[in-house]
């Protein structure tokens, strides 16, 4: 018999009643997967059984990001941090994180708890991208951080007067992680601190990984049975897969237009006299480092279009620009398949067409040329045997490509953290989640969206998620479980 997530969350009386997970026998021989409801944010807990140890604990991102309407941060991080710290024991075998947007990194300087996880932390996973050792990914995750402030200062000075504002201050908010210029939310912490904490507060240097890497796995989650394998993002010298967003024509993806192409003045904005306007050559050269293709001419300049953005601050120019500046981070996105007792989880991040691609058809097909339709070994194998998929990016509509739905098998479990009516419209076809890829995802799994969930906070009701699909559907495999301010899978 279906049961809606708010009656079930409703029901019961106290707060501090464990979800049936951890009621009934035999659940403890079982892989979990939670995912907390935060809003718009990735917050995965996956718990490994173990005989010998006891269960393992993997945290897979914390984050939350206010979006574009305001309403993508539901203010519960905190609570859901304290009560992910209580189940664990403040204690993980492993973290990831799988890029620096604040969606899924904010909660590491925002929320206290993690302090009291210093020298029980087993491991830190980050991708290759945030490697402290190579001067030239250092030089442009500097430039591209350098880029997004001038340009959020500078779009938060033009205020209502720039058409696209609101779009480009909310990307540039979730690369900064800074809550400035009157973008709102839970309060606290920042992506700077974040990747901090990740980096050095926590007892264990963290290992970068990037496609082709063996990762490193603790002993611990060995012993219980688990191994992994890194599928993206794609090696640093692969750098025209990192700056493809959509997929070439003939694959696709489940996209739609922004609805901003023709919409708004073209007039440039200057908020200051023209003595204080920046010129792109006020710019140190490492702002502005391989992010275009390179022709002869462009060898010198090779980041002109972005260069040309700000200063000329035409609005769709600047809109493009900076979505461009986000699916780069985007595409840096750890990817990570799981493997347990021959079942097969994938968390995709926020991996978009060039994280994909670069596995999905194998480093020989070169990006600049149509994809065969025949996906590599490799990927329609993993594909075809999920038991697991964690939606890329939210349900958005620049990942899951049609193509990977396509190959994937039937019976699986879907989950897409999320919040609706925080980024795009539907008006548009730029609405988050997208619900043509949720259906077409609902055909061959049973999809949980964590904003079906109704949060209750010290039996206090703070979300019921009212206009959100109301009821889960039955896994073919195991079940899914319902607390507080998460939903399980049991597998």
């Known amino acids: 018999m279906k049961r809606t997530l708010n009656k079930i969350t409703r029901a019961g009386g106290k707060e501090a009643k464990e979800s049936r997970s951890q009621r009934e026998s035999g659940d403890e021989e079982q892989l979990r997967v939670r995912m907390y409801r935060v809003g718009f944010g990735d917050f995965f807990l996956l718990t490994v059984p173990s005989k010998k140890l006891g269960p393992q604990h993997v945290l897979i991102d914390c984050g939350v990001t206010t979006g574009r309407t305001g309403k993508g941060d539901i203010g519960v991080i905190k609570d859901a941090v304290a009560h992910m710290a209580k189940e664990t024991g403040e204690k993980l075998a492993l973290i990831i994180a799988t890029h620096r947007h604040k969606d899924h990194i904010i909660g590491f300087s925002r929320c206290p708890e993690f302090q009291r996880f210093k020298g029980k932390v087993g491991a830190i996973w980050m991708p290759i991208w945030e490697t402290e050792y190579d001067q030239n990914i250092r030089k442009i995750q500097n430039g591209m951080s350098a880029l997004a402030l001038d340009a959020q200062a500078y779009v938060a000075a033009a205020g209502d007067r720039l058409p696209h504002g609101e779009d480009i201050l909310a990307m540039l908010d979730n690369a900064l992680g800074m809550e400035q210029f009157g973008v709102t939310g839970s309060g606290g912490g920042s992506n700077a601190a974040s990747l901090a904490i990740l980096k050095n507060g926590f007892g264990v240097k963290p290992k970068y990984y990037q496609k082709g890497h063996n990762p490193e796995l603790p002993p611990e989650l060995v012993e219980a049975g688990l191994s992994a394998e890194i599928l993206g993002p794609p090696p640093v010298d692969a750098m025209e897969f990192m700056k493809l967003t959509d997929l070439r024509k003939g694959v696709g993806q489940y996209l739609g237009a922004s609805?901003?192409?023709?919409?708004?003045?073209?007039?440039r904005f200057r908020p200051f006299r023209p003595e204080f306007d920046g010129k792109?050559?006020?710019y140190p050269a490492a702002a502005f480092l391989e992010w275009e293709s390179r022709s002869e001419e462009e060898?010198?300049?090779?980041?002109q279009q972005l260069k040309n953005a700000i200063d000329s601050a035409q609005p769709d120019v600047l809109l493009a620009a900076v979505?461009?500046?986000?699916?780069?981070?985007?595409?840096?996105?750890?990817?990570?398949l799981f493997t347990f007792r021959d079942k097969k989880l994938l968390f995709a991040g926020d991996a978009q067409a060039g994280n994909w691609e670069y596995w999905l058809y194998g480093p020989n097909q070169a990006p600049t040329t149509t994809p065969s339709s025949?996906?590599?070994?490799?990927?329609?194998?993993?594909?075809?045997?999920?038991?697991f998929y964690k939606v890329g990016h939210h349900g958005s509509t620049?990942?899951?490509p049609i193509v990977a739905v396509d190959a994937m098998n039937e019976g699986f479990v879907s989950m897409c953290s999320t919040q609706a009516d925080s980024f795009g419209s539907e008006k548009n076809n730029s609405e988050v989640p997208r619900i043509p890829l949720l259906e077409a995802l609902a055909k061959k799994?049973?999809?949980?969206?964590s904003d079906q969930l109704a949060v209750k906070i010290q039996g206090k009701l703070v979300d019921p998620a009212k206009n959100a699909p109301q009821e889960l559907p039955r896994p073919k495999a195991g079940r899914f479980d319902i607390g507080p301010c998460y939903v399980?899978?049991?597998l």
């Not at 060898?299 to 980041?303: M, Y």
């Not at 025949?374 to 038991?387: F, N, P, T, Y």
């Open 259 to 267: 609805g901003n192409e023709n919409e708004g003045e073209k007039k």
């Open 280 to 282: 792109p050559e006020d």
């Open 299 to 303: 060898i010198k300049d090779p980041w």
């Open 323 to 336: 979505k461009r500046l986000d699916d780069f981070l985007n595409n840096q996105s750890l990817v990570v």
């Open 374 to 387: 025949s996906l590599a070994d490799e990927g329609r194998k993993i594909l075809g045997r999920l038991d």
């Open 398 to 400: 620049n990942a899951t």
């Open 445 to 449: 799994s049973a999809v949980a969206r």
């Open 488 to 490: 399980d899978y049991l």
